[in-house]
């Protein structure tokens, strides 16, 4: 059985941190912060080369109040930024297989 490290607050005498504090307004960056600061939505898309679907997947989540499409709570935005990016490149791979231009022999 993993043992979890115990996560302390720097300046502090050993007081554990037993979880996030409600209220907390810094963003950890992380992915955890919920909803998540636009900025950092569009530095993390940048960082993966895809900045221009940045506005796209912020706005359709913002619509959806962050919830997933079966309604539950989103926990981690990057993680679903991430499967947001990936199918997109699944997408334009389809997309550019199905084109007239294409040939396996290459």
């Known amino acids: 059985m993993k043992r979890k490290a115990k996560r302390t607050i720097?300046?502090?005498s050993n007081e554990?941190?037993?979880g996030r504090e409600k209220g907390a307004s810094t963003y950890d960056g992380m992915g955890t912060s919920m909803p998540p600061n636009k900025d950092?939505?569009?530095i993390y898309f940048d960082q993966k080369?895809?900045?221009q679907l940045a506005d796209t997947f912020y706005d359709e989540h913002e619509n959806r109040a962050w919830k997933t499409p079966t309604g539950g709570?989103?926990?981690?935005?990057?993680?679903c930024a991430a499967e947001w990016i990936y199918n997109y490149?699944?997408?334009v791979k389809r997309r550019f297989r199905?084109?007239?231009f294409?040939?396996?022999s290459i």
Request: aromatic share 8%; net charge neutral.
């Open 10 to 12: 720097p300046g502090r």
């Open 16 to 18: 554990v941190v037993l």
């Open 40 to 42: 950092a939505i569009l």
């Open 49 to 51: 080369g895809e900045a």
């Open 73 to 79: 709570a989103i926990h981690n935005w990057k993680v």
């Open 89 to 91: 490149r699944q997408e």
């Open 98 to 100: 199905q084109s007239p």
């Open 102 to 104: 294409y040939s396996e």
